[in-house]
């Protein structure tokens, strides 16, 4: 069985910043890529940002020179780095992999970390 669990997540008014980690434990042979993603109040998921497992990253357009994603493979966590966090950030962020458990990858989820940014 494997777990994504994130941690990070709370209150912090507009231009502060956060740092989520997520954590993936469990049977896991590899990890392939991992990201963050974000769903805010009647609004649909959206990818935030992703990792590959040399560390490349890519960001939502939205997010690009504030968030920074790394990942330590040595402890099979994902990071992100929020800066200048505005009010439109404000969302339930989700880590997600893409992890080899047996033979094969499968997609995994985490619960999700509440972030609000006030202003």
């Known amino acids: 069985q494997v777990q994504l669990v994130e941690s990070g997540g709370g209150l912090v008014q507009t231009g502060g910043s956060l740092r989520l980690s997520c954590a993936a434990s469990g049977r896991i042979f590899s990890i392939d890529g991992m990201g963050w993603y974000r769903q805010a109040p009647g609004k649909q998921r959206e990818l935030v940002a992703i990792?590959?497992?040399?560390?490349?990253?890519n960001y939502a357009d939205s997010v690009k020179g504030r968030f920074t994603i790394s990942r330590d493979n040595a402890k099979n966590t994902v990071y992100l780095q929020m800066n200048s966090l505005k009010p439109e950030d404000t969302a339930v962020y989700y880590c997600?992999?893409?992890?080899?458990?047996?033979?094969?990858?499968?997609?995994?989820w985490g619960q999700g970390t509440q972030v609000t940014v006030s202003s």
């Open positions: 997600n992999g893409n992890i080899m458990s047996g033979t094969v990858y499968y997609n995994y």
């Open positions: 990792i590959t497992s040399r560390g490349v990253p």
